[in-house]
């Protein structure tokens, strides 16, 4: 189960213990403040502690004194612009904190987004607790014929049954083994830090996870769209949610212009005004490499 008894309690504890405040407050946020969104079989994601909402974006560009010193409508596109010009520095004042529970080799994806301040559940100090990834069957999927990095078609029948007990068998035989290198019952026991370099990398840990609105828009950008590995996509999926709620006129701007929006090269751009004067233009006078063209192409099949 993602959350443990105490955890719950602790959670629990935290939201019937509202707390009065001057600062600005995003309503949609609070109401989902502390509690933990699940993710995959055993994660999940939850709000810590959060700066900002859409006003203090608009604050900082206009470098004002308070909020509401323009409208809703105002406010929006001032968003909308700074959005779609590519400006960084009013979503750097928004600031999110997240607890977040998750398989080790997807932190170690995670990890490469190097604009975030990070604490780490520490197996040096305490014992990881006995909880795997395990991928649901319509998951599991052979390596993909045209991607290095990806996947292909999903595996069946006994191919599938066998990659899952593998998975299963091999994940418990190296806690048992954990467990019993570090025990002090008849023996002196391996340190924790030497220990856990034998158990396996789709076990979970947890971490304190704190950026900004902008990086956070980078992160996602990259980790929720349809070509990023599954599992961190299903993490950045649910944080997307998050940010609609805290911020929803960023992230509608967001979701316009990054999202769902395409960033032409200026040969493609040349090929598109051609295209649209009525000129037939094809790989070849295009300007384009081959995989260039089949990326523009896409964006209009």
């Known amino acids: 189960m993602p959350l443990s008894p105490d955890q719950q309690s602790e959670i629990d504890d935290a939201r019937a213990k ?17 509690t933990a969104h699940p993710v995959l079989d055993h994660g999940f994601v939850r709000v810590i502690d959060y700066m900002g909402d859409d006003s203090a974006i608009c604050q900082a560009a206009r470098v004002s004194y308070g909020r509401g010193t323009k409208s809703v409508s105002n406010d929006e596109g001032l968003i909308r612009y700074l959005m779609r010009h590519w400006h960084s520095t009013p979503f750097e004042m928004c600031e999110i904190k997240l607890h977040v529970k998750l398989p080790i080799f997807v932190a170690r994806q995670w990890i490469r987004h190097r604009t975030a301040n990070v604490n780490e559940y520490s197996a040096r100090y305490s014992i990881l607790d006995r909880e795997f990834y395990i ?8 390596q993909s014929d045209v991607n290095r990095q990806g996947r292909g078609a999903t595996l069946e029948g006994e191919t599938a049954a066998r990659v899952l007990e593998i998975l299963k068998a091999d994940s418990a035989r190296a806690y048992d083994n954990y467990l019993t290198m570090i025990s002090d019952e008849g023996q002196q026991g391996l340190a924790r830090e030497l220990a856990r370099m034998n158990l396996p990398a789709n076990i979970y840990t947890q971490w304190y996870w704190k950026t900004d609105l902008h990086n956070l828009f980078h992160f996602l950008r990259l980790r929720a769209d349809a070509h990023a590995q599954y599992e961190i996509r299903a993490y950045a999926d649910v944080i997307g949610q998050i940010v609609a709620q805290w911020v929803p006129i960023a992230w509608r701007a967001f979701s316009d212009y990054r999202l769902g929006g395409a960033q ?13 004067k009525g000129e037939s233009v094809s790989e070849e006078s295009s300007g384009l490499s081959a995989r260039e063209w089949r990326e523009f192409r896409a964006l209009f099949d």
């Open 135 to 142: 991928p649901a069957p319509e998951h599991l999927a052979a």
């Open 264 to 276: 032409l090269s200026a040969p493609a751009l040349a090929a598109l005004r051609r295209m649209l």
């Open 18 to 34: 509202p707390r009065e405040t001057l600062r600005c407050v995003a309503p949609g946020l609070e109401a989902a403040l502390y």
